[in-house]
């Protein structure tokens, strides 16, 4: 079964392993590529660490690209990663338990 994936076109062009690349190929990351950014020293880091695991392109040509086009493969990456529930706020629940009467 082939992988899910998102093909993002650059803006600008990266190099890498010697080649110049115009699109990205990104795949859904599985735990290994999550786990990959362990020791990531902040948020960009972690970001840049998964999208080369995932789209098979070392950090360095990560540490290339143009914000947009980080920010595209970024938002690549996020589409398929699970979706985390809503947190219930505790206004919401003080509100329901009202209007049931439950918080009287």
């Known amino acids: 079964m082939e992988r899910e994936h998102r093909r993002v ?14 699109h990205l190929v990104i795949r859904k990351p599985r735990v290994k590529e999550l786990r990959a950014t362990a020791g990531a020293i902040d ?6 660490r998964l999208l080369s695991a995932c789209a ?7 540490d290339q690209m ?17 979706q985390q529930p809503a947190e219930t706020q505790p206004e919401s629940l003080s509100e329901s338990s009202q209007q049931t009467g439950l918080g009287e």
């Open 9 to 22: 076109t650059l803006k600008t062009p990266i190099e890498a392993h010697g080649k110049t690349y115009e």
């Open 43 to 48: 948020d960009i880091d972690r970001s840049a």
């Open 56 to 62: 098979g392109v070392p950090v360095s040509s990560v």
């Open 66 to 82: 143009e914000i947009d086009d980080f920010t595209a493969c970024n938002e690549a990456l996020q589409e398929m990663l699970p």
